[in-house]
């Protein structure tokens, strides 16, 4: 059980509409960004602010106090290429009656920004792919447009215990995502048919990806939507036709 704690300038800093989203967003799965451990206990919010962005973090009540640290002009958030710690689900999901192959990425730290001031907070990694050619969500009826030079490289059984494995790379080349993936029944055969997978990223909760509760990813998916928290967009999958010490191609 968490509690959310947000000091009197915290609270001034977002206003009314940061607060109400800020008391919307789960902790369950998040990490302190301090101590890297589970969010659990008293959880205090930290906002660091610069010129243009509202950087929005979470740490244990023994890790730091509920703040507002005042950045640089020059200041914005880091980008999933510096580091963050990120979950990828793969589901097999109705869009208008067509089962598609979906990638759900997740922050494993569940850090926010809020653009020119008070406002909605962002999931930090679904901001960043607005700007990269993927689309804010609002339902799941169908899937969302292809973002040109994303790719999604499955490594299928090349984990330690014989796990699958996935890379997916942005247009200039860099690891948006790079780790395991449980890939259940009907995944691979679909993302063959397609040639694609629907990538979506933000502030989604979903189950554990182990439990394969294919309804409760999608009720996870709509609702995250629902609250404008949701981005997505159709990506290249495929495996690597070339020896693991050169570079991947796609079939």
Same mark, same amino acid.
């Given at each position: 059980?968490?509690?959310?704690?947000?000091?009197?300038?915290?609270?001034?800093?977002?206003?009314?509409?940061?607060?109400?989203?800020?008391?919307?967003?789960?902790?369950? $799965?998040?990490?302190?960004?301090?101590?890297?451990?589970?969010?659990?206990?008293?959880?205090?919010?930290?906002?660091?602010?610069?010129?243009?962005?509202?950087?929005?973090?979470?740490?244990?009540?023994?890790?730091?106090?509920?703040?507002?640290?005042?950045?640089?002009?020059?200041?914005?958030?880091?980008?999933?290429?510096?580091?963050?710690?990120?979950?990828?689900?793969?589901?097999?999901?109705?869009?208008?009656?067509?089962?598609?192959?979906?990638?759900?990425?997740?922050?494993?730290?569940?850090?926010?920004?809020?653009?020119?001031?008070?406002?909605?907070?962002?999931?930090?990694?679904?901001?960043?792919?607005?700007?990269?050619?993927?689309?804010?969500? $609002?339902?799941?009826?169908?899937?969302?447009?292809?973002?040109?030079?994303?790719?999604?490289?499955?490594?299928?059984?090349?984990?330690?215990?014989?796990?699958?494995?996935?890379?997916?790379?942005?247009?200039?080349?860099?690891?948006?995502? $790079?780790? $395991?993936?449980?890939?259940?029944?009907?995944?691979?055969?679909?993302?063959?048919?397609?040639?694609?997978?629907?990538?979506?990223?933000?502030?989604?909760?979903?189950?554990?990806?182990?439990?394969?509760?294919?309804?409760?990813?999608?009720?996870?998916?709509?609702?995250?939507?629902?609250?404008?928290?949701?981005?997505?967009?159709?990506?290249?999958?495929?495996?690597?036709?070339?020896?693991?010490?050169?570079?991947?191609?796609?079939?």
């Amino acid at each position: 059980m968490t509690e959310l704690h947000m000091s009197p300038e915290v609270r001034g800093l977002l206003g009314p509409e940061g607060l109400a989203r800020a008391a919307e967003v789960s902790l369950a $799965t998040g990490q302190c960004v301090t101590c890297s451990e589970p969010l659990t206990g008293t959880v205090n919010m930290v906002v660091r602010t610069g010129g243009t962005y509202t950087h929005v973090v979470y740490v244990h009540e023994r890790c730091g106090p509920s703040e507002v640290i005042q950045m640089g002009p020059d200041f914005a958030p880091a980008t999933p290429a510096d580091g963050y710690a990120m979950t990828m689900t793969a589901s097999v999901l109705d869009h208008g009656g067509a089962d598609l192959p979906v990638l759900v990425a997740e922050t494993v730290g569940k850090v926010y920004i809020v653009n020119d001031g008070p406002g909605e907070l962002t999931n930090v990694v679904a901001s960043h792919l607005l700007g990269q050619g993927f689309h804010l969500v $609002t339902q799941l009826r169908q899937a969302p447009p292809q973002a040109d030079e994303w790719l999604g490289v499955l490594l299928l059984g090349h984990g330690p215990a014989g796990e699958d494995g996935l890379l997916v790379l942005d247009p200039e080349g860099g690891q948006l995502f $790079t780790g $395991t993936v449980d890939l259940p029944d009907g995944w691979l055969t679909q993302a063959g048919r397609y040639g694609w997978a629907v990538l979506y990223a933000g502030n989604v909760g979903l189950p554990d990806p182990r439990s394969r509760d294919h309804k409760a990813t999608a009720r996870a998916l709509c609702a995250a939507a629902q609250a404008g928290q949701l981005v997505g967009a159709r990506i290249a999958v495929g495996t690597p036709s070339a020896p693991a010490d050169s570079a991947p191609q796609i079939e």
